[in-house]
């Protein structure tokens, strides 16, 4: 079962994106802090499919920040953005070949975004 590592810091975003993700069959982990999302990929612990990140987070780190690291630890990971103000700033700060969703979006459309990124993932 793939597991989708979540960086959100806000608890009613958090439940929505939890569930929709329990729903579809996916496991998942959620961290409020980009630190501490790069340092569960960077650990090899767990095996994360996808980091599903909010844009604008408290602390220091951004979302476009978090994916940037996780690319360079795995060049072809899935990202999937979540911003509610941050979608203009995708072109220019997002990483190729990601999936950004503008809050507030139905959880469907966020199942559909890591569904993508994982099948174009896979062998044919």
Do not use: C
């Not at 360079?72 to 103000?85: E, L, N």
């Not at 507030?104 to 966020?110: G, M, T």
Request: net charge negative; glycine share 6%; charged share 20%.
């Amino acid at each position: 079962m793939p597991i989708i590592l979540v960086v959100e810091d806000e608890e009613p975003m958090q439940d929505i994106v939890r569930d929709a993700l329990e729903e579809a069959g996916f496991d998942h982990t959620t961290v409020a802090s980009g630190r501490d999302a790069v340092a569960m990929i960077e650990s090899g612990v767990v095996k994360y499919s996808a980091l599903v990140t909010d844009i604008n987070l408290k602390g220091p780190m951004k979302g476009w920040e978090i994916a940037r690291l996780v690319r360079q630890i795995d060049p072809a990971f899935p990202i999937v953005y979540m911003t509610g103000a941050a979608a203009v700033e995708w072109a220019s700060e997002g990483v190729p070949s990601s999936i950004l969703l503008q809050k507030p979006f139905a959880p469907a459309q966020l199942v559909t975004a890591v569904s993508q990124l994982l099948n174009k993932g896979a062998p044919a």
